[in-house]
């Protein structure tokens, strides 16, 4: 069973167009996040849900929305797609508290933007 | 906010030899540091951690240290393997959980 799983697995659109990406954890953790990974490989958190919660939203341009319908998923959508958002979208899951323990992350979900 | 910094950006290490990373953190109320392997085309994946009240964890070839006072952390492995060749990344976590992350070291092990 897949811990972490995000969908699509490779996504190639064209500039303007709106686009999601799907994520679910099966591990019953209360805490889900999106990161950007860059072409130079650097991870750069962009949003976490605690408990379909926003707490996290860092300084992320308006397109990007995410979504969680409930605790064990936590969607993506970017609207009016860029060049510039072309990288490697990982979605990650945790617990959350004073004893944080290990984020699992999915297989990522490479986005390019033509 | 915490700022996580990782050196080197690239290791290049012979079969057998050892490698080591060196990370450091700003922000002193982070208490745990976990340490990521990154695989071509994988997400990232745990391969040991430790908390802010311990100053040294070993698991088989792995070991990480943890220096609080220097908000300094490094990660060893002993006996390079051509498989232990990946990007790696340090993190330091809050107490919100956010997990900020240092850029990464890719590790080359030449057999």
């Known amino acids: 069973d897949t811990a972490v799983s995000q969908t699509p697995k490779y996504l190639v659109t064209q500039m303007g167009n709106d686009k999601s990406i799907k994520c679910e954890q099966n591990?019953?953790?209360?805490?889900m996040y999106w990161y950007k990974q860059d072409s130079k490989k650097f991870l750069k958190i962009m949003f976490s849900y605690n408990n379909k919660e926003l707490i996290i939203n860092e300084t992320v341009p308006n397109r990007f929305s995410p979504k969680s319908p409930d605790k064990a998923h936590l969607n993506l959508h970017i609207n009016s797609l860029e060049l510039g958002d072309s990288a490697v979208y990982f979605c990650?899951?945790?617990?959350?508290?004073?004893?944080?323990?290990?984020?699992?992350f999915g297989q990522g979900t490479r986005l390019t933007v033509v | 906010g915490e700022n996580v910094e990782q050196h080197p950006s690239t290791l290049s290490v012979q079969e057998g030899d050892s490698a080591v990373i060196k990370c450091t953190y700003s922000d002193s109320a982070s208490n745990y540091f976990p340490w990521y392997k990154q695989e071509l085309g994988k997400g990232p994946q745990l391969i040991i951690d430790i908390r802010s009240n311990v100053g040294e964890k070993k698991d088989q070839r792995i070991a990480v240290t943890l220096n609080k006072t220097a908000k300094h952390f490094s990660l060893h492995i002993t006996e390079t393997q051509p498989e232990d060749s990946a990007v790696y990344f340090c993190?330091?976590?809050?107490?919100?959980?956010?997990?900020?992350f240092g850029a990464g070291t890719q590790v080359v092990v030449t057999p």
């Open positions: 591990l019953g953790h209360d805490t």
């Open positions: 990650a899951s945790s617990h959350r508290g004073p004893m944080n323990t290990e984020a699992f």
């Open positions: 993190a330091a976590t809050d107490s919100w959980g956010k997990l900020q």
